[in-house]
């Protein structure tokens, strides 16, 4: 009876393994047709400098406008696509997508500094792809300045292998484009290499953020990070501002940009658009920084 038993468990584990199974092909099928028809697209959220309250750039955010499923967040396809390494054509197309749309706007809204587009590359892309050169060729036949496309890397992807990422990071930095680490503090990097690489930004994560205004800590991480960025001579983001008690606070700290819903949720380049028109009303230009 323990057998037969025993054996059952099996079938089911068999049957419920085999079903999720199904499900990964079929999402990973209908990924690849996602990217064949045009069913994925970017969001943009705008970054705001904390000086002039005015929006210095952008992080596009890839969604899949699935037929069915309606707008798919990142987290739920992202992972399929770095396993299948569908990430690396899907990630040419986001860098791709992204840089045309930063060239766009930076001829229709001039800024004393020219707005600048961060874009996130995943691990398997840093390595697979031959990123050097994508990003050579987009140059190339997107009139933008270098030092305006920014990637976001995270801690994780360059600790995999510190003495390749430092390589490739510097071929991008001899371009000029800029190098962020994204969700900084929840990775294991260490503070001896962090000092080594040729990284522009520090993307503080929203956790840190949180902890100013959630009564269950303080800001003091926030200000260490922004800090450290200062000592290192980077910029400092931080990420996912909710509401003015955080903004004050990064301010007063003089954390440089800031990133959140409490400024703007990521939108399609449509209503990014009003947004950029608006910042540039009578009333809301400042002077050149
Ligand atoms: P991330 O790069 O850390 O992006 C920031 C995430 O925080 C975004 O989630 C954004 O919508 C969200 N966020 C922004 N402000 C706030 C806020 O005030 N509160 C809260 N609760 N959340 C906020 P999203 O768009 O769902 O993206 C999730 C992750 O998916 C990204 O995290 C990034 O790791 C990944 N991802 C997105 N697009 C791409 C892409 O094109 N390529 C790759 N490789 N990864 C991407
Ligand atoms: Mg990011
Ligand atoms: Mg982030
Ligand atoms: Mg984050």
């Known amino acids: ?51 002039t309250g005015r929006i210095a750039g952008f992080e596009a955010l890839m969604r899949w406008n699935h037929p069915e499923r309606g707008l798919v967040p990142p987290n739920d396809f992202i992972p399929l696509a770095e396993e299948t390494g569908l990430i690396v054509p899907m990630g040419r197309w986001a860098l791709r997508e992204a840089t045309q749309q930063l060239r766009v706007w ?107 205004s959630s009564g269950q800590g303080n800001g003091a991480i926030v200000q260490v990070i922004a800090t450290l960025a200062t000592i290192l001579n980077m910029d400092a983001i931080a990420e996912g501002v909710e509401n003015a008690e955080e903004a004050g606070y990064l301010s007063d700290i003089m954390c440089k940009y800031a990133q959140g819903y409490h400024f703007a949720r990521p939108a399609p380049a449509t209503i990014v658009e009003g947004l950029l028109a608006a910042d540039l009303a009578p009333d809301a230009v400042s002077t050149p920084s």
Do not use: W
């Open 106 to 212: 930076q001829e229709r809204f001039p800024h004393p500094t020219p707005l600048f587009m961060s874009v996130n590359v995943s691990g398997r892309q840093f390595r697979d792809d031959d990123l050097v050169q994508v990003v050579a060729d987009l140059l190339a036949s997107t009139p933008i300045p270098p030092s305006s496309l920014k990637l976001e890397l995270t801690e994780s992807l360059l600790m995999a292998d510190p003495e390749q990422c430092r390589a490739l990071m510097q071929r991008l930095r001899d371009m000029d484009v800029r190098l962020s680490i994204d969700d900084f503090g929840t990775g294991y990097s260490s503070l001896a290499y962090l000092h080594s690489f040729p990284v522009d930004t520090l993307k503080i994560d929203r956790s840190f953020v949180q902890a100013i």
């Open 1 to 51: 009876r323990a057998k037969t038993g025993g054996r059952a468990r099996i079938d089911v584990f068999d049957s419920h393994l085999r079903r999720q199974a199904m499900i990964l092909m079929r999402t990973e099928a209908d990924l690849r047709t996602a990217l064949e028809q045009d069913q994925l697209c970017l969001y943009y959220q705008p970054i705001v400098s904390l000086r």
